[in-house]
């Protein structure tokens, strides 16, 4: 059975850095769009970032908030997908999710399964 577990999170002051891993066991993860997803207090969840394999080349997307502070990348060798967070701003407080679809969708109805999530919090 397929499970996803992130790790990584935590607080940090603004200007930070964080990198976020989501490691898989059960199934491969290069066989999937790999996604991370964020849900701040009170808000619905929304799509961070998305990566995939598209023609044999890696395609990656990313929300225009976090665009240029954000990087996501994938190692298949370890089965984990990364989210190396820099700059990070109070804005960025939530709780991040990985997720795995058949391709990058920005809506959560894309993505059949789904990790626990890891906090993190950004704050003087």
């Known amino acids: 059975q397929l499970q996803l577990v992130e790790s990584g999170g935590g607080l940090v002051q603004p200007g930070g850095s964080l990198r976020l891993s989501c490691a898989a066991s059960?199934?491969?993860?290069?066989?999937?769009?790999i996604a991370w997803f964020r849900q701040g207090p009170g808000k619905e969840r929304e799509g961070v970032s998305c990566?995939?394999?598209?023609?044999?080349?890696?395609?990656?997307y990313y929300e225009d908030s976090v665009k240029g502070r954000f990087t996501i990348s994938r190692d298949n060798a370890k089965n984990t997908a990364y989210l190396q967070m820099n700059s990070l701003k109070p804005e960025d407080t939530a709780v991040y999710y990985c997720?795995?679809?058949?391709?990058?969708?920005?809506?959560?109805?894309?993505?059949?399964?789904w990790g626990q999530g890891t906090q993190v919090t950004v704050s003087s």
């Open positions: 990566i995939e394999d598209v023609a044999g080349n890696t395609a990656t």
């Open positions: 059960g199934s491969t993860l290069e066989r999937y769009a």
């Open positions: 997720a795995l679809g058949r391709r990058c969708s920005g809506s959560v109805a894309g993505y059949s399964d």
